[in-house]
């Protein structure tokens, strides 16, 4: 959602443009508006956290990634979860085999929200979250001097604004501990380390790295931190405990800075992760609108793909040998090109430019991951079987249990898109002028689900899934 802010806010800069020297020098008077870190150390005495439960993967496994996009993103992704449950065949559940769902920015709302609830997501996400007024606790024009000088400091809206709202109207005091303690499926809020331009997904590694418990940290600030639009709202900050940490960096961290081979992605989010435990590097970890770096949420997972030692990882071996197939979705509710400047030689202005130059950079970036993503589940099912087909008798019975039915190859990845591209032109157009905002009219609220719904229980993907379930299904003695 971040070009539609950005637009909302410099739109009253560019209407005050001649206050901007004055308001800056009387910006050093000006309060700093910032976040003070909330998360908690790592203690000696408890060294190892629990966190997202293994062997969580049956024969069917569904993954999900929502996109950013603020309110409209929201309920994108709540129509898609409605879908998924109107799928459902007998002897197979599909939403209940939701065993991943990544996130970004308003994604992460519903990834959270349904983390916490699960099928109760259902019947109460609509009114409990998506007919919530939010804008309304927030500051959202820079007319006033005093807004002005907020968003120089750091942002419009801090902690007490949006993370507060949010812990007690919508996640009710929640932390990870109790998305933890419903066992599946796995969330991944992901925000943007904004000192080193990297995904910052809220998982326990990267607390690892900052030898800080995320099992006693906030829901609603972790959300916050995915939505956390550069101006709108100042950067949620986390501390590091380097001193006395009572555990080591993941050890892939050393072995990709030593690797001159490995990608670049790989390498920064290690240096990002090393620097973590360096205080002569960074104290503190600031982190913004995770669609910054990739609004797909993908990264994530091609991180924790590409750092695993095994074929199979990040499944576990286990899960690996249960599964049968895999349906993946990405959920896009992004904007797709928009302005009337292409049909003018003139234009376009100074402030469309510089808009459409960050949706360039954020989209360009979302395509690449995508690509890639679709690249890597080609590989990740070739040596999923590989490692099935590996198996000595003895470990085969230690991990399944039995040899019954068992057939090596019988594994299935299907990855598709649920996007706004599956309607016509003109129905694409309407939905994508829904605007990214936090607060929308009922009928684009209503509007946005019925999208996400239909979209879904059309997409080949997901027909091709069910299909495959299905037969396989049938074909058992």
Not at 384 to 397: D, G, K
């Amino acid at each position: 959602m971040t070009g539609k802010y950005l637009l909302m806010v410099s739109g009253a800069i560019c209407r005050n443009f001649l206050l901007l020297g004055l308001l800056y020098a009387l910006a050093g008077c000006a309060v700093s508006v910032h976040n003070l870190p909330t998360n908690v150390p790592l203690t000696a005495t408890a060294p190892v956290q629990p966190g997202p439960a293994k062997n969580i993967a049956g024969a069917n496994l569904v993954a999900l990634s929502f996109s950013g996009g603020g309110m409209r993103a929201a309920a994108f992704s709540f129509g898609v979860l409605k879908a998924l449950d109107a799928s459902s065949r007998p002897g197979m559940d599909v939403l209940g085999d939701v065993t991943l769902i990544s996130s970004v920015s308003g994604g992460s709302l519903t990834a959270a929200y349904y983390g916490l609830h699960g099928r109760d997501t259902l019947s109460t996400f609509r009114e409990k979250v998506l007919l919530r007024d939010m804008e309304g606790h927030m500051r959202l024009s820079a007319l006033a001097p005093d807004n002005f000088l907020r968003m120089l400091s750091g942002g419009l809206n801090d902690h007490t604004n949006l993370v507060n709202w949010l812990d007690k109207e919508v996640f009710e005091g929640a932390t990870f501990s109790d998305i933890y303690a419903r066992r599946k499926p796995d969330i991944w809020i992901n925000a943007s380390d904004l000192y080193h331009r990297t995904p910052f997904p809220f998982i326990p590694p990267l607390f690892h790295a900052l030898c800080s418990d995320i099992t006693r940290f906030s829901v609603a600030e972790a959300v916050s931190a995915s939505m956390a639009v550069p101006l709108v709202f100042s950067p949620i900050v986390l501390k590091t405990y380097p001193e006395g940490c009572p555990v080591a960096v993941d050890p892939w961290v050393d072995r990709v800075l030593a690797g001159p081979t490995v990608s670049k992605t790989v390498q920064a989010s290690a240096q990002a992760m090393q620097d973590y435990r360096d205080p002569t590097r960074m104290r503190y970890v600031k982190l913004v609108d995770g669609g910054v770096t990739d609004n797909y949420g993908l990264a994530s997972i091609l991180l924790s793909r590409g750092v695993s030692r095994t074929s199979y990882g990040p499944l576990t071996a286990r899960d690996a040998v249960n599964l049968r197939r895999m349906l993946f979705l990405v959920v896009d509710a992004g904007r797709s090109p928009s302005g009337d400047w292409v049909f003018d030689p003139s234009g376009p202005s100074g402030l469309d430019t510089a808009l459409a130059a960050t949706d360039s950079a954020i989209d360009s970036a979302a395509r690449i991951g995508f690509d890639a993503f679709r690249s890597m589940m080609l590989e990740w099912e070739k040596t999923v079987v590989e490692f099935r087909c590996s198996l000595t008798p003895s470990e085969l019975l230690q991990l399944r249990g039995s040899a019954d039915g068992w057939n090596c190859r019988d594994v299935q990845f299907h990855f598709g898109l649920v996007s706004f591209s599956s309607f016509g032109k003109q129905r694409e157009a309407k939905l994508s002028a829904i605007p990214t905002r936090l607060s929308l009219r009922l009928s684009e609220i209503d509007e946005a689900i019925q999208a996400g719904v239909e979209a879904t229980l059309g997409n080949s993907t997901l027909k091709s899934y069910i299909d495959s379930a299905q037969n396989s299904a049938g074909s058992r003695p």
